[in-house]
């Protein structure tokens, strides 16, 4: 079992900044990818970015390339979404999770169904 708590949340207005912070414990060594969803009022929950966790390859949205950055720390067991330039559209509910196991491509890590851990989520409002 792998066990994440997202931290860092908030409110902010259009344009600025947040650091959302995921750290994982328990059996990490399995972990593949990690990524970062986030589900919206009566919308679906969508992907993010992932990080694939050896090596540290990074997978982006189309609507936060440029915006956000995802980063690891491996010794902390902690993955991190610098967020910038934020916009109301951003607003959600935003989401931690972990693969386990071998997987590839975009249907492995941009998959909200392929991931096997979640954390309990982390509120991020941004206010025009």
């Known amino acids: 079992q792998v066990q994440l708590v997202e931290s860092g949340g908030g409110l902010v207005q259009a344009g600025g900044s947040l650091r959302l912070s995921c750290a994982a414990s328990?059996?990490?060594?399995?972990?593949?990818?990690m990524g970062w969803f986030r589900q919206a009022p009566g919308k679906e929950r969508e992907f993010v970015t992932a990080?694939?966790?050896?090596?540290?390859?990074?997978y982006y949205a189309d609507s936060v390339k440029g915006r956000f950055t995802i980063s690891r720390d491996n010794a902390k067991n902690t993955v991190y979404l610098q967020m910038n330039s934020l916009k109301p559209e951003d607003t959600a509910v935003y989401y931690c999770?972990?693969?386990?196991?071998?997987?590839?491509?975009?249907?492995?890590?941009?998959?909200?169904?392929?991931?096997?851990?979640w954390g309990q989520g982390t509120q991020v409002t941004v206010s025009s």
């Open positions: 999770a972990a693969v386990r196991d071998y997987c590839v491509g975009y249907g492995c890590y941009a998959s909200s169904t392929r991931y096997d851990y």
């Open positions: 328990g059996r990490t060594f399995n972990i593949y990818y």
């Open positions: 990080i694939r966790w050896s090596g540290g390859r990074t």
